[in-house]
């Protein structure tokens, strides 16, 4: 193994080969040559790499026009593009970047081909998304010079590149591809060859709760995206997003990293995923997904229907969770509800809780409060677009009625679902923050890296550990401890590296 090569990644002749000419290796290519290596762009389908070059060319020029770059500099781009008509052209390669169909035997022979070709030194790297890194290199003669380079779609416009060591990747090369990556004007995150990696395995936090959610008949398709956005702050629903994506790309990726990671529960599929994906049911490209679409493909989505004209004649607040008993007071006097001060409801009041993973019917029963009368509000969120709110099997219309009219009544929406341990935006943000706490106590990447990966590849309000922090590391804890003890599900025991600091009261991203 070579442990101190003299790769200068510094160095101003750099040459990147890019094998694969599609969506992925264009845009590699791309970024490459605007920041000022010399790219060797191949496909083997004729013509494709040609039509690649006249893309970037387009793309370049555009930039141009918008200011971005001068027109010579957009020349002098391009012209570091240069189309080799086989994969012979590779040696004169300092880092040959893979790009081709996923598929893990084609990948393989094609690296053992390109071994062949290419400098000892020179970096051989993978875009993989779902193989491992380490399986694509195993049967190579010089695996430590081989890592994961992992561009997010669209490249120009995504930031971040997961460099991944495998298990044989020698730490230099890892190190080597971080400065190429800045030099390719990305953000680099550095980790160790999981499924998943990073972006990929949070990723499953937001889609995967959903589809849990909505199997369980907790809420449906629009009222679970409506919540995420208005609530969660996601700039899409979990649905909106698997019908861009397409449910033949989530499922499968989704069913892989659960059974890589051996069935671990925080990861496990939904059956009515699989029976879409099976009837082909797949989104936006088959016209029918969780939504369906009008002849311009807009989604079809009935508006909400008006809050009801009803208003409780009091409401009393449990203090049990003094944050939620806060907020919710301090709204509802707002809304100059006649909140009473007793230590008791009185006999006619709306009995309202604030828990965190719990569900109304545990805080009834376990505080000694009527079933019929008790009315749960999520207030780990701030209460300000859209509030969220559940009863028990046993409360009364009437009473779900005055506390949806009140909790409307200044223009804010509100969703009601069905009893729910950690309403819908607790789940979803406690599951994604887990999964981020389970990849740091495994220290597949660093804290900070984790919390760039996510808001840079996934556009999430903030990183899974930074969004622990934001609403608060012991109520995000408490979240999973009671959604565990309610379901004995161990997809819900949190994770160890939340426990401990929740316990310590400092903040997720404190390292160790
Ligand atoms: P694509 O289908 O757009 O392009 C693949 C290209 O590789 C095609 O032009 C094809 O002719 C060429 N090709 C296939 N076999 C080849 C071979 N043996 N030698 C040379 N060229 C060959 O695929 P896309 O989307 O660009 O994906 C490429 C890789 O990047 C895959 O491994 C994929 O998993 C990964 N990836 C894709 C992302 C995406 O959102 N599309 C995101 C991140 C990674």
Redesign the pocket.
């Known amino acids: 193994m070579a442990s101190d090569p003299s790769f200068d990644p510094q160095r101003a002749d750099l040459v990147v080969g890019v094998?694969?000419?599609?969506?992925?290796?264009?845009?590699i290519a791309q970024v490459a040559a605007a920041g000022g290596m010399h790219v060797l762009l191949?496909?083997?389908?004729p013509g494709?790499a040609a039509e690649?070059r006249e893309f970037i060319g387009k793309m370049f020029q555009r930039a141009a026009e918008k200011g971005q770059l001068s027109e010579a500099d957009a020349a002098a781009a391009l012209g570091r593009v240069e189309v080799i008509d086989s994969?012979a052209g590779y040696s004169r390669c300092h880092l040959v970047v893979?790009?081709?169909?996923?598929?893990l035997a084609?990948?393989q022979?094609?690296f053992a081909e390109l071994e062949q070709i290419v400098s000892p030194d020179c970096i051989l790297a993978?875009?993989?998304?779902?193989?491992s890194v380490t399986t694509i290199s195993a049967k190579l003669k010089t695996a430590h010079r081989f890592a994961g380079f992992?561009?997010?779609?669209p490249v120009p416009l995504m930031k971040l590149v997961e460099v991944i060591d495998g298990v044989q990747s020698a730490p230099w090369v890892g190190d080597a591809l971080m400065v190429i990556g800045k030099r390719m004007t990305r953000e680099p995150v550095r980790c160790v060859d999981v499924p998943g990696f990073i972006v990929n395995q949070v990723g499953r936090g937001f889609t995967i709760e959903s589809a849990h959610m909505l199997q369980e008949s907790l809420a449906g398709i629009v009222d679970i995206d409506r919540v995420m956005r208005d609530v969660g702050g996601f700039r899409m629903g979990p649905f909106e997003l698997m019908e861009l994506t397409g449910l033949d790309v989530t499922q499968p990726a989704s069913e892989a990293i659960y059974q890589q990671f051996y069935d671990e529960p925080r990861y496990r599929p939904v059956m009515l995923m699989r029976a879409r994906y099976e009837a082909g049911v797949l989104g936006r490209k088959t016209k029918r997904g969780f939504y369906e679409y009008d002849a311009e493909m807009k989604p079809i989505v009935a508006p909400e229907a008006p809050a009801p004209d009803a208003s409780p004649a009091s409401v009393w607040v449990s203090p049990a969770e003094p944050h939620g008993f806060e907020a919710l007071t301090a709204l509802l006097s707002k809304l100059g509800a006649t909140v009473e001060r007793g230590d008791a409801p009185s006999a006619g009041a709306l009995i309202m809780v604030t828990p965190y993973g719990t569900d109304a019917t545990h805080c009834a029963v376990e505080q000694g409060l009527d079933p019929k009368r008790t009315v749960a509000v999520d207030t780990l969120f701030p209460l300000v677009k859209r509030r969220t709110i559940m009863g028990t099997p046993l409360t009364d219309p009437a009473m779900i009625a005055a506390a949806h009219g009140l909790l409307a009544s200044d223009g804010a929406s509100v969703t009601v679902l069905r009893d729910s341990p950690g309403f819908i935006a607790q789940r979803v943000v406690a599951m994604i923050c887990n999964i981020g706490c389970s990849i740091a106590q495994m220290k597949t990447a660093s804290p900070s890296d984790i919390d760039k990966a996510v808001t840079l590849g996934l556009n999430y309000p903030h990183g899974p550990l930074k969004f622990g922090d934001v609403v608060g590391v012991e109520r995000i804890h408490a979240v999973l401890s009671n959604m565990y003890r309610i379901y004995g599900d161990p997809r819900y025991r949190p994770n160890v590296w939340m426990t401990r600091r929740a316990k310590l009261g400092v903040s997720l991203l404190t390292p160790e």
Request: hydrophobic share 40%.
């Open positions: 094998l694969g000419a599609g969506a992925m290796g264009r845009g191949h496909d083997a389908k494709s690649a994969t893979e790009a081709i169909v996923e598929n084609v990948k022979q094609v993978t875009n993989t998304s779902s193989l992992h561009f997010f779609n």
